[in-house]
């Protein structure tokens, strides 16, 4: 069943992982459904240079895997120059981060003001400003590679990917021309930082409902706006909040309620930001609470226009996020890395299990880091290609993916290393702690959520004989064209591939 992923060597496949086993159901029903991915203009996955400088043809030695590179291909979005340029760059940036000493910014759970400088100053908090405000305007295909790079830093790499995929990419879309020229300049500079605010006390990114308790009244020709604002991104070092806040208007019908993203500068009076959470994931990221006290802005603060927040808010997260699955890619890469140097260092050889279980882990990782590093490329490429379209579905989907291959990664790396693999203030310690919130960052979740209420719970809910009740939708949720993409995109039989049933029944029903 995997040969289509992967062909055995000198020996028979020995065990796998059960997500090794659905790659094939999951890469085959993408293929099958979505008709552009067999356009001319396709390339082999191994035509992408590899950031990580991992060579899956090494596996090859152990005489255990012989990869398919053929399944796997994308549509080709950047010239020979735009590659060369860019791996230029991605060396740059491995050896700062090197320099950085980025182990310490793991033990120490703090990114410094001169880490953040450093960042600004390889170009990081630029990459999709458009040129013409001092930005880099790399596409999809490009900030995957750069961010799989990031990946050995997951704390850095979350840093630069919530300001730039999300604050930048807003500002950028939606925000008025005055807007555009007033902030970009400066963020491209590394001179500002942006940080969305929409999260409060008691809500999840699940629910759109839950963060709209912010307040913006209106008094003639501003608004006063008060609230407080919870895991506010890199609110230590933003200089502008973009915050999400709900305020009453008049139509025909009589009042009604609107969401609408302001732009608010810290140095507001009435704005405080607090001290950074205390955690134990992604440590050197800071998520701060921000209080909004009777602050006062004007109309021209209005980002994506009055009445538009939740709208602004989806659009910007659904084209958005796919770095993560990068990141997701370089860390099992990463494990890989780690295993074959405790191979070669004599006193942990010693000490570790026999080499045939060492070999199989190697062959089991690198296989989920070739199927999500694919998945990567795969939904940045057709973002980048196919530029305007909804690649909602294609996106999620590799998020999925990701974020399950990656304990199953973790796993595995365990089973063959034992308890020489945990390092406190290592790289390994930093990723088991990670692992399990990557989908907690991840607001498209909510898109996933709707997606297993339509399409896939009714299907789980007739096989375990229970009565279905869905959550009610917002007003503006197109759930017909959702439905549409969703079946478009082989949805229904990805998620049966990758046995998220098991997932669906205990998050939805408590039980499987």
Known sequence: MLNALFRSGRTVLPRCSGILVRCESTIR?????????????????????????????AIMDWGLYKFDADLFKFHEVLTVDEWIELVGRGEVIESELNDMDYNKVLSTSEITTKVMERISQLGLFKLRIPTEYGGLDYNDTACAYLHEILGICPSIARVVGESEEMGVMLLKKFGTLEQKETYLPRLAKGQSFVSMAFLEPGSTMLDANSYRKTN???VGDKFIITGRKHWVYNAKFADVFLVFATHTAQDDTGPIQLETIFLIDKNTEGVRVHSPVKKTWFRGLDLCEVIFDEVEVGFDRIVGGMGNGFKVLREVIKQNRTSTVSECSAAMKRLVHDITHRIKDDNYAKSLPALRHIEVALGEISCLAYAVETLAYYGASRNDFYAGADMTIETWLAKIFAYQALPDAIQIYFNAIGKHGFNPGTFV??????AHYYP????????????????????????????????????????????????????????RGLGLEEYVCLNVFGRC
Do not use: H
Request: proline share 9%.
């Open 216 to 218: 913006a009244k209106q």
């Open 429 to 434: 310690e930093e990723l088991v702690l990670n």
């Open 440 to 495: 907690v960052l991840d607001d498209s979740i909510y898109d996933l959520k709707l997606a297993l209420m339509y399409e896939i719970i009714p299907y789980i809910a007739k096989q375990l004989g229970t009565k279905l009740k869905l959550t009610k939708l917002p007003q503006d949720y197109p759930v017909e064209s959702f439905q549409l993409r969703l079946r478009q995109a082989g949805a229904l039989t990805f998620v």
């Open 29 to 57: 029903s993408l293929q099958e459904d979505l008709p552009a991915v067999r356009s001319p203009e396709l390339l082999p996955a191994t035509d992408y240079p590899d950031p990580c400088n991992f060579n899956y043809t």
